[in-house]
């Protein structure tokens, strides 16, 4: 069985997948670790539990791990040996890592060295890596990075127009993150459309709480709105999307607001939450704005217009578009933003079938467009715990050297 491993700074997130991806065999959070009230959610079949208990370390959140999947009542293997691989979500591989890789020692020193680039999570990453190898040091580990995909990108749309020898020196670039979730409703988009995906030129709208849009040409990503860092391109839950950066000067050196003020500012107090006063979950936000809250409706409409923004941009860059995909927690369950990111844009080809796109058909992949658009639109849920699956399955299988 291949586990699959999300290490952040306080939780360790886990699936236990079957040898050939096919189906989850348990999966479940450690949470809290180092903090007070800690616990672990657990799901094998239809089994479900939650213990909570001390848990001091990721050290100590994965021991745990192990012996609840070794549980003889709730558990899902008898004997460690059943997992034969383990996939590890590595967040920032900077330009070092363009796939996804087996894990060894000079992949670790690598990863290290991308930490300045990420400093939020490349550790939590790393102490992630160590522990499971520490625990199963007789399987193959594989990182499967969010950055990979975008590696792609030509030269224009990665760079920034700042004194390209500063860039050189401290890699300065557009990176790109959701990179799993793009492979694979790219890979999918294509299988569900009976489409070899080099025919495809896609918009995929990933819209989360974080939310990030790729161009995707031929399958391979050649412009996304996420950057350098994670909180320009369109606007999402609590972060801003794009501003003018003169803002910040202005913040900083007329208003008096410290750096680490500002920063908070963009990342946790801005976007929907930031514009409505209200909430940073879309579900509030339509709600709300349909019961007339001005602030809402102005937070939503600003969501749907930088999206809309977005599409026609790539449909651009990549000289022509065919497929819109939307994908993630807004993008799958959200009709109105469907409809209003789609809107006016019939001139590029895109309409939506009202029908299709009201129907409540939660976690389906479908096709939201006309039969004879030209552009099709579709809804693929994303599910980056498989496509890390997939990549670790299709790695471990292969001689080690
Ligand atoms: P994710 O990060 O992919 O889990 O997505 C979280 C976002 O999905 C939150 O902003 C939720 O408000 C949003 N979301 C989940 N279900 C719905 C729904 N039925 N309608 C609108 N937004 C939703």
């Known amino acids: 069985m291949i586990l699959v491993i999300n290490c952040g700074s306080s939780t360790i997130k886990y699936q236990l997948f079957s040898q050939d991806v096919a189906t989850v065999t348990a999966k479940g959070a450690v949470a809290k670790i180092g903090e007070p009230g800690a616990y672990l959610d657990h799901q094998s079949g239809?089994?479900?539990?939650?213990?909570?208990?001390?848990?001091?370390?990721?050290?100590?959140?994965?021991?745990?791990i192990i012996n609840t999947l070794l549980h003889a009542e709730y558990g899902a293997i008898s004997?460690?040996?059943?997992?034969?691989?383990?996939?590890?979500?590595?967040v920032h591989g900077a330009d070092v890592f363009v796939e996804s890789t087996v894990i060894d020692d000079h992949v670790i020193e690598n990863l290290e060295a991308c930490?300045?680039?990420?400093?939020?999570?490349?550790?939590?990453?790393?102490?992630?890596?160590?522990?499971?190898?520490?625990?199963?040091?007789?399987?193959?580990?594989?990182?499967?990075?969010?950055?990979?995909?975008?590696?792609?990108?030509?030269?224009?749309?990665?760079?920034?127009a700042l004194p390209y020898e500063l860039c050189q020196q401290?890699?300065?670039?557009?990176?790109?993150?959701?990179?799993?979730?793009?492979?694979?409703?790219?890979?999918?988009?294509?299988?569900?459309?009976?489409?070899?995906?080099?025919?495809?030129?896609s918009v995929i709208c990933h819209l989360g709480n974080g939310v990030s849009i790729?161009?995707?040409?031929?399958?391979?990503?050649?412009?996304?709105?996420?950057?350098?860092?994670?909180?320009?391109?369109?606007?999402?839950?609590?972060?801003?999307?794009?501003f003018d950066p003169g803002l910040i000067f202005h913040l900083h050196n007329e208003v008096g607001m410290s750096l680490a003020?500002?920063?908070?500012?963009?990342?946790?107090?801005?976007?929907?939450?930031?514009?409505?006063?209200?909430?940073?979950?879309?579900?509030?936000?339509?709600?709300?704005a349909a019961a007339g809250h001005a602030r809402s409706q102005l937070a939503l409409d600003l969501f749907a217009y930088m999206i809309?923004?977005?599409?026609?941009?790539?449909?651009?860059?990549?000289?022509?578009?065919?497929?819109?995909?939307?994908?993630?927690?807004?993008g799958?369950?959200?009709?109105?933003?469907?409809?209003?990111?789609?809107?006016?844009?019939?001139?590029?080809?895109?309409t939506i079938d009202n029908t299709a796109n009201t129907q409540a058909v939660r976690g389906a992949e479908r096709v939201i467009s006309p039969p004879d658009a030209p552009v099709s639109v579709l809804v693929v849920p994303t599910n980056e715990e498989k496509m890390i699956a997939l990549d670790t399955a299709e790695l471990a299988a292969l001689p080690q050297h």
Not at 46 to 64: C, M, N, R, V, Y
Request: proline content about 5%.
């Open 46 to 64: 239809d089994q479900k539990i939650t213990l909570e208990q001390d848990i001091p370390s990721h050290s100590a959140g994965f021991e745990l």
């Open 79 to 90: 004997h460690i040996n059943e997992i034969t691989a383990v996939g590890h979500r590595a």
């Open 115 to 160: 930490v300045p680039l990420a400093p939020l999570h490349n550790p939590a990453n790393l102490t992630g890596i160590r522990q499971a190898r520490a625990l199963l040091p007789n399987v193959p580990h594989v990182a499967v990075f969010d950055t990979a995909f975008h590696q792609t990108m030509p030269p224009p749309a990665y760079t920034y």
């Open 170 to 201: 401290h890699k300065l670039r557009r990176y790109g993150f959701h990179g799993t979730s793009f492979r694979y409703v790219s890979r999918r988009t294509a299988e569900v459309l009976h489409r070899p995906v080099e025919e495809l030129k």
């Open 214 to 242: 790729a161009a995707v040409d031929g399958g391979k990503s050649v412009d996304t709105s996420l950057g350098f860092a994670t909180f320009c391109g369109a606007m999402m839950g609590t972060r801003s999307g794009d």
């Open 261 to 288: 003020d500002i920063e908070r500012m963009v990342f946790k107090e801005s976007g929907l939450l930031g514009i409505s006063g209200l909430s940073n979950d879309m579900r509030t936000i339509e709600t709300q």
């Open 308 to 330: 809309k923004k977005y599409i026609g941009a790539y449909a651009a860059a990549m000289g022509g578009l065919n497929t819109l995909v939307f994908t993630a927690g807004i």
């Open 332 to 350: 799958e369950n959200s009709p109105v933003v469907r409809q209003k990111v789609c809107d006016g844009l019939a001139f590029l080809g895109i």
